[in-house]
């Protein structure tokens, strides 16, 4: 049985054999065909399967088997939108706001020097592990309609977000009078430009206003973590990343592509 339909394996398996094309590969010069590669890729992704194993399965060499994964993450994050079209798609389906997040994809031990002394650069001190921060942007619903690049995961929500060129940007300009860009309080030092809640100081007490402003921030915004726990289990292969932490970004990337042509849905 394939993890996933066999629809979304043949749009896979189209996107390689149209890259193939481009690149002049030479017909029998692949151990698979563009469709059994796809296979091979759903079934690391979905069900996060032993590349030896697969190896195995594939009657390929492991060094073989880790080419084809590549080769496919690469072809798939070619297709993820851009933000700006993104939040276009979001304006034009009628939400009112949007929201961002981030999320730790977890990997193995990555011993790489921070820029601090003594941290390590993929060393997350919040979630005491070690992996790469994601930023998620969803629908009102909690349904992810775009994601960043990887981040290391050292790195506050507030950092990551700077980092990436035209983020903060991009939903700024998207913000009006009528649409929101909803944040939680890892992004305070972005409230000029995102939605975030009253902090709560230590020895001072909320008006009246903030606590019910922060009630209703909090039910509006509780659901955009629905868009991180959808994207981690339904993949089993963001559970816990064993290629390089800096692929981490085109993995995140091609799993969403696959969950829109599953759901057939893109906002």
Known sequence: MLPVSRATVTYVAELLHRDQQMRGTRRGRRRLRPFDQAVLFCRWLVDAIRMRQLAVDNVIGLKTAYRYI?????????????????????RTAGHSHVMIDGTLIATDRVSVKGPTAGVNLWWS?????HGGNIQVVTAPDGWPIWVSPVRPGREHDTTCARAHPGLLDSLT???????????????????????????????????????????????????????NSLLKNTFKALKHVTLCPWRIGAIVAAALIVLHREHDRTT
């Open 70 to 90: 590549h080769e496919t993450l690469d072809v798939l994050a070619g297709q993820v939108p851009s933000l700006v079209g993104a939040l276009l798609a979001a």
């Open 125 to 129: 001190g919040k979630h005491h592990h």
């Open 173 to 227: 300009a998207w913000r009006d009078e009528e649409h929101a860009v909803l944040a939680d309080l890892g992004y305070e030092g972005e409230r000029g430009r995102l939605t975030c809640p009253t902090k709560h100081v230590k020895g001072q007490n909320l008006t009246e206003d903030q606590a019910c402003s922060n009630a209703l921030h909090s039910t509006t915004r509780a659901v955009a973590e629905r868009g």
